[in-house]
């Protein structure tokens, strides 16, 4: 069965700390992986996008790595500011046209002062 | 950017009424989505569709139906509003490229 898992569920880090979160797969065949960010009562917005050569990539503080062997993928990031508190959504998908995203739970983080 | 925008970000309806959630975007994209959001499970796909007339059926499509008459314009429609369909509510647009993929900012619907 394809799914997506995300951990932790949730996270409390202090303003200027690094975090890291995980995300694990076992959607076959592999396209590609996203990395999203919903600010509450809003839509996700694209963070990154890996396809199955690339295994990192950066977005200023954000960067996410993927471990295609593993079925593994991490978000760092970095330096964190109050306005990265939000959701993050891990999906995965065996193609390109959103017709078989595959969506992780999310992980909330809380950036506190 | 591709911007696609939804109608109402905050939406109080009856139960029984019939509601209709509007979704536009202006690149073209083929394909439009229609996904609910409730804590503790995620996104689910209720209705997709990848051409004018042209519809599927995601993961929960009942007690919903879609209209696409335009390419433009994606319509989730309720037919009689149940308590249970109280959630977040996403569209999506996409075309040909990977990174074509975007969301609305959501309606909130609530049903009492």
């Known amino acids: 069965k394809n799914q997506v898992e995300q951990s932790p569920q949730s996270l409390i880090i202090l303003e200027g700390k690094n975090c890291t979160l995980q995300c694990n797969y076992t959607v076959s065949p592999f396209s590609n992986l996203r990395w999203y960010k919903q600010d509450t009562g809003r839509g996700p917005v694209s963070l990154t996008i890996m396809t199955f050569s690339e295994n990192t990539k950066s977005n200023g503080r954000y960067t996410a790595t993927l471990d295609a062997d593993t079925k593994q993928s991490s978000l760092h990031i970095t330096a964190s500011q109050l306005s990265d508190s939000a959701s993050y959504i891990c999906?995965?998908?065996?193609?390109?046209?959103?017709?078989?995203?595959?969506f992780g739970p999310g992980t909330r983080l809380s950036v506190l002062p | 950017d591709v911007k696609v925008t939804q109608s109402s970000r905050y939406l109080v309806k009856r139960t029984g009424e019939k509601v209709f959630l509007e979704c536009v975007q202006d690149m073209d994209h083929e394909n439009m989505f229609w996904y609910r959001q409730d804590p503790g499970l995620g996104l689910r796909l209720i209705y997709f569709s990848y051409d004018v007339k042209m519809k599927e059926k995601g993961d929960i499509p009942e007690g919903y139906s879609v209209s696409r008459e335009k390419k433009e314009r994606f319509s989730l429609i309720l037919e009689s509003a149940s308590t249970n369909q109280t959630s977040m509510y996403l569209c999506a647009s996409a075309g040909t490229s990977v990174y074509g993929y975007t969301f609305g900012s959501g309606t909130r619907l609530t049903v009492v």
């Open positions: 999906v995965v998908t065996n193609d390109n046209y959103g017709q078989n995203f595959v």
